[in-house]
């Protein structure tokens, strides 16, 4: 598996399904980008374009890039410029007045190289605004998962895919690349979601792809097991322990 990048794959259906919350909760963070007429914006990790959609409404020009094809495919459907490309491998150079980012790169295990790509993106002075999961992020179920795995030696080691910086970790990114940090914070977010074993289905493709199909069922039905006791109440349902880390820095 290859670090730099992001470490999932999409089903663009699914997401939509069983993830909406995730473009949903984004709109915060299309407010502090707060977009301006014909500005140049590279929708960083786009998904199915819906915030994207959003931006080239108040009057910006959008191009969205994502790793999964699946999403980019849904994203020309609603109109975008979209490519198929990785946070780290990004070709632009000054092109960019902002570069947004919603839910996505805390799936980029080398966030120096990704912010090193965004920083080259921007042009001078240009705007960073990014929300993504932060210290502390799905504690519960990441914990949930490396259980599972340690009692069933056959699937090998748990392979965490996810970057979730604190503050400090990520200001001190920021800063070594040039970034002044106007704004950075991390934020508690406990999300409610249907079933965590839909969740389990659109998040943890990368963790279980090298497991059998009758491996996977069984990991998700024991994961499942595990968080019954830990994020689940017959009041709340299941509500996900999510934390969000979110920043606005200028070049």
């Known amino acids: 598996m290859n670090n730099t990048k992001e470490t999932n794959d999409w089903n663009a259906k699914k997401y939509n399904k069983h993830a909406d919350f995730v473009s949903a909760l984004g709109m915060p963070v299309v407010d502090l980008l707060n977009p301006q007429e014909q500005e140049y914006i590279l929708d960083l990790g786009c998904g199915d374009g819906t915030l994207g959609v959003?931006?080239?409404?108040?009057?910006?020009?959008?191009?969205?890039?994502?790793?999964?094809?699946?999403?980019?495919?849904?994203?020309?459907?609603?109109?975008?410029?979209?490519?198929?490309?990785?946070?780290?491998?990004?070709?632009?150079?000054?092109?960019?007045?902002?570069?947004?980012?919603?839910?996505?790169?805390h799936w980029v295990k080398d966030a120096r190289l990704a912010v090193e790509h965004v920083y080259d993106?921007?042009?001078?002075?240009?705007?960073?605004?990014?929300?993504?999961?932060?210290?502390?992020?799905?504690e519960q179920i990441r914990l949930a998962m490396k259980e599972v795995f340690e009692t069933k030696e056959e699937y090998g080691a748990f392979n965490d895919p996810w970057f979730f910086p604190s503050e400090e970790t990520y200001r001190n990114i920021l800063e070594e690349q040039g970034f002044e940090v106007k704004y950075i914070e991390i934020i508690p977010r406990p999300t409610p979601i249907d079933d965590i074993a839909n969740w389990l289905d659109v998040f943890v493709n990368g963790i279980i792809g090298h497991l059998t199909n009758e491996q996977q069922i069984t990991f998700k039905k024991e994961v499942?097991?595990?968080?019954?006791?830990?994020?689940?109440?017959?009041?709340?349902?299941?509500?996900?322990?999510?934390?969000?880390?979110?920043?606005?820095?200028?070049?």
């Open 224 to 251: 499942r097991e595990v968080l019954k006791e830990k994020i689940y109440s017959q009041e709340e349902g299941w509500v996900a322990d999510y934390v969000r880390i979110r920043v606005e820095a200028y070049k």
């Open 54 to 105: 959003e931006l080239e409404k108040l009057g910006a020009k959008v191009l969205a890039v994502d790793l999964s094809a699946d999403m980019v495919a849904k994203s020309k459907e609603k109109g975008l410029d979209a490519y198929v490309m990785s946070a780290t491998e990004l070709p632009y150079k000054e092109e960019f007045d902002a570069v947004f980012s919603n839910a996505v790169l």
């Open 121 to 138: 993106a921007l042009k001078n002075e240009g705007r960073f605004v990014a929300e993504f999961g932060g210290h502390g992020n799905i």
